[in-house]
């Protein structure tokens, strides 16, 4: 049967450890988070266009008709996400909009079908991404991503308990800037993206073994650190790093593309780190682990 309409959700995510290395073939952590994207189609006449719809960006149709049909659709988009904050608010889409598509369709998708159609709207976005942000968004819970020269490596991993708080620096990073400046100084980093990648290896380790909070928020810091080395980070960023850890977080660090966007921490107490940020005037939240699909 062909539905009249069809709704899917789908979550967004951060990287615990590995961005940037994870496009030069080094393995990634992330999670997916308790908030996301609703996509609704609905059956209509002539071009397929945007509806409800909070967010203007000449990108998003185009973007969207990588995996939809030129005509006879209206779209809603509804997100919690903030957008451009490293925050996967595109990956979400992405995923949202391939599953709602398959179920307006009655079609049944499994992960590496999903995987592979929201590499349309997420390249035409970002450029040449890894694929880690929509394989976390439509694998939920805790993933491991490695890009290989056979297809993406992508393997669930099992967390801890992890209490998390999110700072919002108030800019947005534009992620295929950021990747082509990276990129460009591909060279000289090399030996920092190789230490990304070893950092990734021990944190897995480490949340394997249910290390103390101490050890796994300090691998998280060193990645900061290493994020600033290759030249991702920027001051603000930096100062929200330290606020937290000034506030009593044992790890804090950028995550996504940078040049902007979200600082993530990892905390026992979110309280007093809640309150030094809002003083400072970043706002900031709460953010839980999206369960594991299916
Ligand atoms: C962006 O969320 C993560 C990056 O590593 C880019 C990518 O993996 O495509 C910066």
Redesign the pocket.
């Known amino acids: 049967m062909n539905r009249q309409a069809a709704r899917a959700r789908a979550p967004g ?1 951060l ?1 615990l450890a ?6 030069y073939g080094h393995p ?1 952590l992330a999670i997916a988070v308790d908030r996301g994207t609703t996509v609704t189609l609905r059956r209509s006449r002539g071009p397929t266009r945007l509806g409800r719809c909070a967010v203007r960006d000449p990108r998003l149709l185009p973007g969207l008709l990588t995996v939809l049909p030129e005509d006879g659709l209206e779209v809603d988009i509804d997100s919690d996400l903030p957008v451009g904050r ?1 925050m ?1 608010s595109s ?1 979400a889409l992405a995923v949202a909009v391939v599953r709602a598509h398959a179920a307006l369709q009655d079609e049944v998708l499994d992960f590496a079908t999903t995987h592979a159609r929201a590499f349309g709207p ?1 390249r035409h976005f ?1 450029g ?6 929509h394989a976390v968004s439509a694998l939920g819970g805790g993933v491991r991503y490695m890009r290989t020269p056979t297809g993406p490596r992508i393997a669930p991993v099992s967390l801890p308990q992890l209490e998390l708080v999110v700072v919002d620096s108030g800019s947005a990073g534009n ?1 295929a800037q ?2 082509a400046g ?1 990129r460009a100084r591909r060279r000289q980093v090399a030996p920092i993206l190789d230490r990304i990648g070893l950092l990734v290896e021990e944190l897995t380790g480490s949340l394997g073994r249910g290390a103390s909070r101490t050890e796994i928020g300090g691998l998280l810091t060193e990645n900061h650190r290493l994020l600033c080395d290759i030249g ?1 980070s920027t001051p603000t960023l930096d100062a929200i790093v330290d606020a937290c850890l000034a506030a009593g977080a044992h790890g804090a660090k950028l ?4 040049g902007g966007g979200v600082v993530l921490a990892l905390v026992s107490d979110a309280a007093p780190v809640l309150a030094a940020v809002a003083a400072a005037g970043w706002p900031a939240f709460r953010v839980g682990v999206a369960p594991v699909e299916g």
Request: without cysteine; proline residues 3%.
């Open positions: 995510k990287i590995g961005e940037h290395a994870v496009v990634a490293g996967g990956a997420e970002h040449d991404p890894s694929g880690v942000d992620t950021l990747v990276v991702v995550a996504g593309a940078g």
